[in-house]
């Protein structure tokens, strides 16, 4: 199975500031079928970038989603203190469906 | 509006059966994949396993292989998710979500069932 690995464990920075996001697979995944969710405390999940690079509908565009193969980057260029929350990797490219576990956005 | 809404919170001792379920409105139930997705208390997503109502053809996570079952009645646009012996490490949040495949991702999302083995 695909193990993705997801750093830094927590982010913390002043509204305005760039977030950049790391998730790394060990192993190669396909046609970039990678998903980044965001999830707010005592909320499910939700979906913002799928195929590593394509916003999901409603998205605000300060978020983005880059990389290939085995790395894949999410960035938000200008936190707001809404996007405090935990962000989760998933590839979808082979089975078994794997998540990275997590980084934590706190806002300062 | 595409919603799923799941069943609400359980309390069960262990040794317990237990079924929760999942039910699809606003968008042809059948025609799509419902996976499940596990967060222990304080812990990242686990991916379960999926089902396509249409015909009930199902896959399963290694790790959650035998452990559960996934099932569905088109019927009444819900998919469910059974224990037939509950373990104090089954306790966590269980969400279901629509995906457009087998092996996908998944949008929206349930509110969450929290179950509690104790």
């Known amino acids: 199975e695909i193990v993705l690995t997801q750093s830094p464990g927590t982010l913390s920075l002043s509204p305005g500031e760039r977030a950049t996001l790391s998730c790394r697979a060990s192993?190669?995944?396909?046609?970039?079928?990678l998903t980044w969710y965001q999830q707010k405390p005592g909320q499910a999940p939700r979906v913002l970038i799928s195929?590593?690079?394509r916003r999901a509908t409603g998205i605000p565009d300060r978020f983005s989603g880059s990389g290939s193969g085995t790395d894949f980057t999410l960035t938000i260029s200008r936190l707001d203190p809404e996007d405090s929350a935990v962000y989760y990797c998933?590839?979808?490219?082979?089975?078994?469906?794997?998540f990275g576990g997590g980084t934590k956005v706190e806002i300062k | 509006e595409v919603q799923l809404v799941q069943s609400g919170a359980e309390v069960k001792k262990p040794g317990e059966s237990l079924k929760i379920s999942c039910k699809g409105s606003?968008?042809?139930?059948?025609?799509?994949?419902i996976g499940w997705v596990r967060q222990m208390p304080g812990k990242g997503l686990e991916w379960m396993g999926v089902i396509y109502p249409g015909d009930s053809d199902t896959r399963y996570s290694p790790s959650f292989q035998g452990q559960v079952t996934i099932s569905a009645d088109k019927s009444i646009s819900t998919a469910y998710l059974q224990w037939s012996s509950l373990r104090a490490s089954d306790t966590a949040m269980y969400y279901c979500a629509r995906s457009y495949g087998d092996n996908n991702w998944f949008d929206p999302w349930g509110q969450g069932t929290l179950v509690t083995v104790s």
């Open positions: 192993q190669f995944v396909s046609s970039n079928f």
């Open positions: 606003g968008y042809s139930f059948s025609n799509f994949w």
């Open positions: 195929g590593a690079s």
């Open positions: 998933q590839q979808y490219g082979s089975s078994p469906l794997t």
